[in-house]
């Protein structure tokens, strides 16, 4: 027999004519950029302990009492209870949105719900609370435009032995992106094909706030806050080395070569993006025919970890469905017929600002081709054509 509930629990629970209420308090986790979240649901209405609302969300608390008899205490079976709470849209949540809105961005088997009963008018306070089961949400979990039903767990089973449904949390993987918080690791038994992968190790993001100029040493960002003290990002198409930072500046860098302008993204480069297959508890022996996008990766773009159940990409990866011939870019260097541009052959040298080719009202046309012999390469199936034009303005004396 339990013998921490107060003086006043029990000398209320000992009324014959006392009927319990149901209190569920439901507790998520910080997870996906949000901050935590305690709902607290009750199956009666006016219910305040302490000063804080118990909402009458609860429709049907299951059968609880078989949670507590002696029964229960000699049972080989796990514990469980199924809950159904209203999901019509209520003002407790912001928008006024749904219960099952909140499994959007906050996965249920993350959270912690805790189950009590409570008796009202007899002068208790938050401190007769005494959990009477706690347990996790578990399947099957069901909604629709009325209710929403779900199954919940004796989170005792977890104590002292690994269970199915262990969390990815920021404890275990600090850089994992907030959409892989809270999701259940995943499980393989036996051989299994096409086992999916959850991102665990996210690249750091910001944006620049200023122009980076060709040869600088500052990158000027909103914010470097999680970016390692010194290493490599990627701008465009420039890798740029830094080697020091302070909270909004990337300093001694190298490897700028072209402007970067205000709101460009800059990425953190990393060599390690892993993808989690298996629950490391849960050992496998291999892992092998990697796929990205439904195609199979090149084995050396990755590395296996059997011990963590990871894949470990070089780099990040990126679905292939054609192949590409990659070649020097041609550049014009004659001037075509029917030219009346002004000084047209400036036109054929390349990244200069300061010797260019004029086109105006009078002299509109400007006509240049390629002459020099390019190696067979096949059919072109793609033709990338880019124009660099510089305005040069006249200002009033």
């Known amino acids: 027999m339990r013998t921490d509930f107060t003086t006043g629990f029990t000398a209320a629970r000992n009324k014959k004519a006392n009927a319990p209420i149901n209190l569920m308090q439901i507790d998520w986790p910080a997870m996906n950029g949000l901050s935590a979240l305690t709902l607290r649901f009750t199956d009666r209405k006016g219910i305040n302990i302490d000063g804080v609302d118990w909402f009458p ?24 209870l199924t809950v159904e709470v209203v999901n019509v849209p209520v003002s407790f949540f912001s928008l006024g949105n749904r219960f099952s809105h909140l499994f959007r961005n906050r996965p249920p088997e993350a959270a912690t719900v805790k189950v009590y009963q409570w008796f009202a008018g007899e002068g208790l306070a938050g401190s007769d609370l005494a959990e009477i089961f706690v347990a996790r ?10 209710t929403c039903t779900f199954d919940l767990i004796d989170i005792s089973e977890s104590y002292g032995a690994g269970i199915l449904g262990n969390s990815i949390n920021l404890q275990d993987y600090p850089n994992a992106p ?16 096409d086992a999916p992968g959850i991102l ?26 999680k970016f390692p003290s010194s290493g490599t990002l990627v701008v465009n198409d420039d890798g740029v080395d830094y080697t020091s930072i302070n909270s909004t500046q990337f300093l001694g860098c190298s490897g700028i070569n072209e402007f970067h302008y205000a709101d460009d993204s800059v990425l953190e480069k990393v060599t390690d993006h892993r993808y989690l297959f298996c629950d490391p508890e849960y050992p496998i022996k291999q892992i092998a025919n ?7 990766a090149d084995s050396g773009d990755y590395s296996t970890d059997v ?6 990409f070089n780099s990040k990866p990126k679905k292939s469905d054609s192949i590409d011939t990659k070649f020097l870019q041609a550049q014009n260097d004659q001037v075509g017929s029917g030219n009346n541009a002004v ?28 002459t020099d012999n390019l190696p067979n390469i096949g059919e ?3 033709v990338f054509l880019r124009v660099e034009h510089f305005v040069e303005e006249k200002l009033p004396n």
Do not use: F, W
């Not at 907030?178 to 094909?193: F, H, L, N, Q, Y």
């Not at 011990?307 to 470990?312: K, S």
């Not at 600002?353 to 400007?366: E, M, V």
């Open 137 to 146: 949400m578990g399947d099957p979990i069901a909604y629709d435009e009325a």
């Open 200 to 225: 665990v190790r996210k690249s750091q993001q910001t944006v620049l706030t200023s122009v980076a100029t060709p040869g600088g040493t500052i990158l000027t960002v909103a914010s470097t806050e």
């Open 343 to 370: 000084d047209p052959t400036n036109a054929t040298i390349p990244n200069s600002p300061t010797n260019y080719a004029k086109i105006n009202q009078n002299n509109d046309t400007l006509s240049l081709k390629q």
């Open 380 to 382: 072109i199936g793609k």
């Open 57 to 80: 969300l609860v429709k049907d608390m299951g059968n609880i009492d078989r949670l507590v008899t002696a029964d229960r205490l000699t049972s080989n079976s796990g514990a469980s």
């Open 178 to 193: 907030e959409d892989s918080i809270g999701i259940t690791k995943p499980i393989v038994i036996g051989a299994v094909d």
């Open 307 to 312: 011990n963590l159940g990871e894949v470990v």
């Open 290 to 296: 990697v796929k990205v996008g439904g195609h199979l």
